[in-house]
């Protein structure tokens, strides 16, 4: 479907101009063609057909208004009240609502209808919008256990497109540092002060420094040792190191708590500030850290 020049008609409000850079906005028959056509011959455009009193758009609005601002400009949501603008939701065959159409380049690229969920509204929107620098790294995390030579790859595709883009210099960053190539802590070094991907890594760039301090006795030595004597807590400072090197994270958490448990002193505090440390690394969305940093709380308070 090709959209042509919509001139005004009877129906429809006149609306104030969009502010440039906005990324919804609310239209109707006489700004469609500059804000919807014109539009999509540079970004897509969403359509959003709903009425106020329409219950299932009350539930997807708020998603496609949700979806719109993660993206940062990679598309634009147009509100079109079909009460008001009955003309245009003919001419794009509206028969239900919520209506959603996609319009890139002037064009009817794709299509749904009814109030579906965040998941499945994500799953669309890929279909034909780029990703952003941020989604694209952020997309990448996942790889990192599993191709982590691929989200190398990948990570470093997006430094040479965006060298400013610190989500990607985080990622390379951290899989350096896993890999105990010493370029994850020079790339680390480089994120800016201020920036989202800021704490992580310096967080990272702490674990590499107690990552280098693990003595050359193996894990199964270290085992023996904590065995044969449990209060032994270098040996289990040790090993938590080895954990952390191995990406067993849990199993870190484990020896580097049970220290704290045992002596707080230990090294001037050293197991809780590497702990503490672990956690900014990983983030709170990972599910270990929400439950470690209880466990903390409950040793020191």
């Known amino acids: 479907?090709?959209?042509?020049?919509?001139k005004p008609g009877g129906q429809g409000t006149l609306s104030s101009p969009t502010p440039a850079g906005s990324a919804v906005i609310e239209v109707d028959e006489r700004n469609f063609q500059q804000e919807v056509v014109e539009r999509s011959s540079t970004v897509p455009v969403i359509i959003d057909f709903w009425a106020p009193w329409?219950?299932?758009?009350?539930?997807?609005?708020?998603i496609l208004e949700k979806l719109v601002n993660e993206a940062k400009g990679a598309w634009v949501l147009a509100k079109v009240n079909v009460d008001n603008n009955q003309r245009l939701a003919q001419a794009f065959g509206v028969q239900g609502i919520p209506a959603v159409k996609a319009v890139f380049d002037g064009k009817l690229i794709n299509e749904f209808t009814g109030a579906i969920p965040e998941s499945q509204v994500r799953a669309w929107l890929k279909?034909?919008?780029?990703?952003?620098?941020?989604?694209?790294?952020?997309?990448?995390?996942?790889?990192?256990?599993?191709?982590?030579?691929?989200?190398?790859?990948?990570?470093?595709?997006?430094?040479?497109?965006?060298?400013?883009?610190?989500?990607a210099r985080l990622g390379l960053g951290?899989?350096?540092?896993?890999?105990?190539?010493?370029?994850g802590v020079e790339l680390l070094r480089m994120v800016a002060p201020g920036t989202s991907s800021y704490s992580q890594a310096q967080a990272w760039i702490g674990l590499a420094?107690?990552?280098?301090?693990?003595?050359?006795?193996?894990?199964?030595?270290?085992?023996?040792?904590?065995?044969?004597?449990?209060?032994?807590?270098?040996?289990?400072?040790?090993?938590?190191?080895?954990?952390?090197?191995?990406?067993?994270?849990?199993?870190?958490?484990?020896q580097l708590l049970e220290i704290i448990a045992r002596s707080r002193a230990f090294r001037e505090d050293a197991a809780r500030k590497v702990l503490v440390a672990l956690f900014n690394a990983l983030g709170d969305q990972n599910p270990l850290v929400p439950a470690g940093r209880k466990r903390l709380a409950n040793l020191l308070f």
Do not use: W
Request: glycine letters at 4%.
């Open 1 to 6: 479907m090709t959209i042509l020049n919509t």
């Open 209 to 254: 420094e107690y990552m280098a301090t693990a003595n050359e006795e193996g894990a199964f030595d270290l085992l023996a040792q904590i065995d044969a004597n449990p209060a032994n807590l270098e040996a289990r400072y040790q090993l938590a190191a080895h954990y952390v090197k191995g990406r067993t994270y849990a199993q870190a958490t484990e």
């Open 54 to 62: 329409c219950g299932p758009c009350r539930t997807l609005g708020p």
């Open 174 to 183: 951290r899989l350096l540092i896993a890999a105990q190539n010493p370029e």
């Open 127 to 167: 279909k034909f919008v780029p990703a952003s620098p941020e989604q694209a790294a952020a997309d990448l995390v996942s790889l990192e256990a599993s191709d982590p030579q691929d989200a190398e790859q990948q990570y470093r595709q997006l430094l040479a497109k965006d060298p400013t883009q610190h989500d």
